[in-house]
């Protein structure tokens, strides 16, 4: 339940802050007067700063993940010999209970 709460509200922010975004990119220029042009102006640059920000900490949580992904296979290849000795171990202990009658 806590969790689907936080998704929900990070779901809400970005949906709100991109409404946002998508909004002042289609503000109409031509019918504003120059003093607010120019806010508007400051406040693309600002936007496009913290997204370009945004950007950079996105690309190194994909790096860590892919690093975290690449460790995880590592490990999976690392136990597969044991695992399948296991198997085989299994399956040989199965065959004797099955076909061995003393």
Not at 7 to 16: A, D, H, N, R, Y
Request: proline share 2%; charged share 5%.
């Amino acid at each position: 339940m806590g969790i689907t709460a936080i998704f929900k509200f990070i779901q809400l922010v970005w949906t709100w802050s991109f409404g946002q975004i998508i909004a002042i990119f289609n503000s109409n220029w031509q019918a504003l007067p120059a003093w607010k042009i120019l806010i508007l102006a400051v406040v693309v640059l600002a936007v496009v700063y913290v997204l370009y920000r945004a950007l950079f900490q996105l690309w190194a949580a994909a790096a860590q993940i892919f690093t975290a992904f690449i460790a995880l296979l590592n490990v999976l290849v690392t136990v597969l010999p044991f695992i399948l000795i296991a198997g085989v171990i299994a399956a040989s202990g199965a065959w004797v209970i099955q076909n061995i009658n003393l």
